[in-house]
């Protein structure tokens, strides 16, 4: 199936189901963005040369890895439900969402600590971390997988890290386009957000909270893009 069509099928699934991922996701979402404002307005308030970070901050850093991990549950397990046929009801989604979010935080983690490595180690060479930057954002294509691996084939961390990496090879193009369209949608939220911020902090949550929420758009088809490149023998390849 072509990119285009993957696109457009996944912005119909969007469309025809956003009453439902609104009323599944939104919650968690404005929770989420809440705790990444208040973060932010602490680190302000920081001494930038010697920051000092309270039992607070990593209680706050902690609570979002675990919204942010049964936000994404939520969401994939949402869109296997409907891909089978079903009509699932949100407090059925999230519940069953919970026993996948320890393993997804594990993965997001070490998944996370590859992706930024090229980048971390090609900065202490100056101009090349922009090398260190492509190599990241490559290994982010071909590890975007991992969330569908855990969820979807309930594969440990480990074997899902593997299964995404496997997987990704034979579509890393499709990917990477997929994943070029947070740019835009990053640059048209971060615009409407610093506008918003103007006006004060309840309406600057709504905005980011939205954005956030359009944002899943690029979850929506990547999943597709899963689904249509998707084998039995894919996660052990």
């Known amino acids: ?67 942010f991990s049964l936000l994404i549950a939520a969401l994939t397990l949402f869109l296997d439900i409907r891909s089978q046929g079903h009509n699932p009801g949100a407090g059925m989604v999230l519940k069953a969402s919970v026993p996948f979010v320890p393993p997804l935080l594990l993965a997001g983690v070490f998944s996370g600590l590859a992706i930024l ?29 991992v969330n569908f691996m855990v969820v979807v084939e309930q594969l440990s961390p480990l074997e899902a890290i593997k299964a995404s990496f496997n997987f990704s090879g034979p579509i890393v193009l499709k990917t990477i386009t997929v994943l070029m369209l947070y740019i835009p949608l990053s640059l048209i939220g971060g615009t409407l957000s610093n506008a918003a911020q103007a006006v004060g902090l309840p309406l600057q949550l709504l905005v980011e909270t939205l954005a956030a929420f359009i944002g899943l758009f690029v979850n929506v088809a990547l999943f597709r893009l899963y689904m249509v490149s998707r084998t039995p023998s894919s996660p052990a390849a």
């Open 1 to 67: 199936m072509s990119l285009s069509a993957i696109l457009t099928e996944a912005y119909n699934f969007f469309r025809n189901h956003l009453g439902q991922l609104a009323a599944l996701v939104m919650p968690l979402l404005l929770l989420q963005v809440g705790i990444q404002l208040w973060l932010g307005t602490e680190l302000t308030k920081m001494n930038a040369e010697a920051p000092e970070f309270g039992a607070s901050h990593m209680l706050a850093v902690m609570l979002l890895l675990l919204v």
């Open 117 to 145: 490595a090229p980048v971390m180690l090609f900065a202490a060479f100056g101009p090349l971390w922009l090398v260190g930057l492509v190599l990241s954002f490559y290994l982010f294509a071909r590890l975007a997988y």
